[in-house]
């Protein structure tokens, strides 16, 4: 009874927890560039004193879904969705280099490019800097060329480069801000084979359907871990009570 109840337990337990990673990607279906958690269980011996009679599971973060979502044409100047591989450099709110592949850019008021939630998108020496402009164009290698106030259309001058990097995708991680971040902590050196297309998004790689059964199914094995649980006590009552007769 007692192996019974710790494994319910824990299984429960694990569910849970399984449960809120299943919750933040669905959450994320409708976020530009957002790219979903994976998720998986082992089974672990339970260690002290004794035979290691006890087998509890445990959930844990699996990796990244590095899986491209889909295109969405908008015509926006300032849009730009990285062809195949390839990250966009931006400076996280701890001030470290992370990457995203959301490339929902912004200017702020302060003549900083920023992305869609207001991170400063990293070019060749720093931040990214746009003095007052008319038109800007973003290039395909991330180049920014602008059109100045009062200049007229033919004065075209490239004001920055966007940092696009490559790194190998066993050396990234996700940080607690939902950026991916390089295990070694060594910055990704720019990639100039990385290529955008402007004027378009890419969209969440979270698959709603796939994420709802999977939301369903976990939530019928809690169900199943709590009735286990219930087995248990009556188990341990009906035993009591027998040895209550004798």
Do not use: C, W
């Not at 969405?72 to 995203?100: F, H, K, P």
């Amino acid at each position: 009874m007692d192996r019974l109840l710790y494994i319910s337990m824990s299984g429960a337990a694990q569910n849970l927890r399984a449960q809120q990673t299943i919750s933040h990607n669905l959450a994320n279906v409708s976020t530009t560039g957002f790219q979903g958690d994976l998720d998986a269980y082992k089974s672990l011996a339970l260690k002290g004193d004794g035979f290691e009679s006890r087998v509890y599971n445990q959930h844990y973060r699996a990796g990244v879904d590095f899986q491209k979502g889909s295109m969405m044409n908008t015509g926006r100047d300032l849009d730009a969705a990285i062809q195949g591989e390839g990250l966009i450099a931006v400076q996280s709110r701890e001030g470290n280099e992370s990457y995203t592949r959301a490339g929902d850019f912004r200017v702020d008021q302060n003549g900083f490019l920023t992305t869609g939630t207001g991170l400063l998108v990293l070019g060749e020496g720093g931040p990214v800097s746009i003095p007052p402009y008319q038109k800007l164009d973003i290039g395909s290698d991330g180049s920014i060329s602008i059109v100045a106030l009062g200049q007229t259309s033919d004065s075209v001058t490239v004001v920055d480069r966007i940092k696009l990097v490559k790194p190998e995708l066993n050396n990234l991680q996700k940080s607690s801000d939902g950026l991916l971040i390089t295990k070694d902590g060594v910055p990704a050196l720019a990639d100039a084979t990385v290529r955008l297309v402007s004027g378009t998004l890419e969209s969440s790689n979270v698959n709603a359907v796939s994420e709802l059964v999977s939301l369903l199914d976990n939530s019928r094995q809690f169900e199943l871990q709590i009735k286990m649980m219930k087995v248990a006590e009556e188990t341990d009552e009906s035993s009591t009570k027998l040895m209550r007769t004798k």
